[in-house]
């Protein structure tokens, strides 16, 4: 008898349940098992991770950030204290010399590069006196962000990114590329990578690719150990 009225007792309530749930909706969530789970996970992670899913996978990072002119008249310049003056608030400068040339950096804006109170910057405009001795505006060096300010070493600039280095010089009154090292990925996440330069010739094939990174590592290497380039910041009161 008792063991009859529990089973009447549990159809009663499974009875309410259901209509509990007929009438308010309630959804009940499938079981998931884990096997599914990990799977899921796995496969989340794996997308992720896939070097081919990346913004901008297929371009150095340089070409992704918006190039800031700096535009300034030198025309009526001779010496670097004349483009100073010409400098507005919060651009900034740095002198420096570069294969025992001297050379004037000037960047539209910094950040702090490191613990020190380094103001550094990512892009500046390069200015020498030539052989002819005049004023000359060599062009700009840009890195692919924050992460990898401009730095300078002996007889080199570096500009760099997240898969690629460049390594700038003065060259004849130009200022060129002396060598870039890089890595490219393809939509399936398959890496190439490559090596130029403005100067002379390198170990890479027609396309400019080479067999492994280490180049890549080697330039890399050479960046971090060079210096971080340091702006004095013109302020509104000059």
């Known amino acids: ?69 700096i535009d300034i008249d030198i025309s009526d310049c001779k010496d670097f204290e004349q483009v100073i003056d010409k400098l507005e608030a919060d651009m900034g400068y740095a002198e420096l010399k570069i294969g025992g040339t001297d050379v004037l950096l000037v960047t539209p804006g910094t950040f702090k590069g490191d613990d020190k109170g380094t103001r550094a910057a990512t892009v500046a405009e390069v200015y020498w006196i030539d052989k002819d001795n005049n004023l000359k505006d060599g062009g700009h060096v840009r890195s692919g962000g924050t992460a990898n300010p401009l730095t300078a070493a002996g007889d080199y600039i570096y500009a760099s990114g997240h898969h690629y280095v460049k390594r700038y ?68 009161s000059n």
């Open 169 to 236: 010089t003065l060259n004849d009154d130009n200022l060129v590329i002396d060598l870039e090292a890089s890595e490219k990925f393809d939509e399936k996440g398959n890496v190439t990578y490559y090596l130029r330069s403005e100067l002379r010739d390198v170990d890479a094939d027609a396309n400019g690719e080479v067999k492994d990174d280490s180049a890549l590592n080697d330039l890399n290497k050479e960046m971090y150990e060079a210096d971080i380039i340091g702006f004095t910041v013109i302020s509104k």
């Open 1 to 69: 008898m008792k063991k009859k009225s529990i089973i009447i007792i549990a159809a009663v309530v499974a009875a309410s349940l259901s209509a509990c749930v007929g009438n308010n909706s309630i959804a009940v969530p499938e079981a998931t098992t884990n096997a599914e789970s990990s799977v899921t996970e796995s496969t989340v992670s794996e997308s992720i991770n896939d070097p081919s899913t990346q913004p901008d996978a297929n371009m150095h990072e340089d070409e992704t950030i918006p190039e800031e002119k």
